[in-house]
């Protein structure tokens, strides 16, 4: 079974990789649900062999609605993760109506190409969107990375486990968020996918000694969370996947 890990650092894209991932979703901001990578770091995740990686197309935070500047946006940057040589992308786009825009994801992916091209959570924003999955296959979607439209994939186990066994055969399916050692063989026996997603992350903290401008500044303390992947977390779920 393969098991994608998420990761906005190269500290934790090794850590990642030496814990046993089979694929790194590769982006930045992870702690907003992740945006596109910089330039920077994606050239130094090139530099690590022997992993497949799919780099997150999200210009911004919020909704996936996006504007005709910001679709061009996320054009230029396909642009360099081609030239870059990635294996993939991972985006998502939504209409108005909360329908998927299947019209700008066929765009996408048709531009993409030759990297393949996996539909991120905004699946699990959108309006009905088990009833688009055979329009994704049409044009090209590899794989769809969904919590089942819950908070967490546990929570949302039948919702996978229906559209596993509807639509598994032809489209990767795969559960993500809060995936952990305790839950993933339950949830494996429920929905029967042969991906899993996760972060695995844990917040080390900021190694910063000074930190009285926190209260002069009356800046918020999340900025003292620093978030890196955990190699215990991920090898934990690696080591449960590899006896099922």
């Known amino acids: 079974m393969i098991l994608e890990v998420c990761v906005d650092s190269l500290k934790s894209l090794k850590i990642a990789k030496e814990a046993g991932a089979d694929r790194i979703e590769l982006c930045s901001a992870l702690n907003i649900g992740g945006l596109t990578p910089s330039f920077g770091l994606m050239c130094q995740a090139k530099e690590i062999k022997d992993i497949e990686i799919f780099v997150m197309i999200r210009p911004r935070s919020g909704d996936f609605l996006y504007t005709d500047e910001e679709f061009e946006t996320m054009k230029k940057d396909i642009e360099i993760v081609k030239k870059l040589g990635f ?17 700008r994801m066929k765009e996408i992916a048709d531009f993409a190409r030759p990297l393949k091209v996996a539909l ?4 699990d924003d959108a309006l009905e969107p088990e009833a688009d999955i055979d329009c994704l296959i049409d044009i090209g979607i590899i794989r769809i990375l969904t919590s089942g439209q819950k908070k967490t994939a546990s929570l949302g186990a039948d919702y996978i486990a229906k559209i596993q066994k ?18 993933i063989e339950r949830l494996h026996n429920k929905v029967n996918c042969k991906n ?4 695995g992350k844990v917040d080390i903290g900021s190694q910063m000694i000074y930190k009285d401008y926190i209260e002069r500044m009356e800046t918020p303390k999340s900025e003292l969370i620093v978030e890196i992947a955990d190699y215990e977390k991920i090898k934990a779920v690696r080591d449960i996947l590899d006896s099922i």
């Open 87 to 103: 294996d993939g992308i991972v985006t998502g786009i939504l209409k108005e109506s909360g329908n998927i825009d299947l019209i």
């Open 166 to 183: 509807q639509f598994g055969d032809r489209i990767e399916i795969m559960p993500g968020a809060g995936i952990n050692a305790e839950n």
């Open 196 to 199: 899993y997603h996760m972060s």
């Open 120 to 123: 991120h959570r905004a699946f």
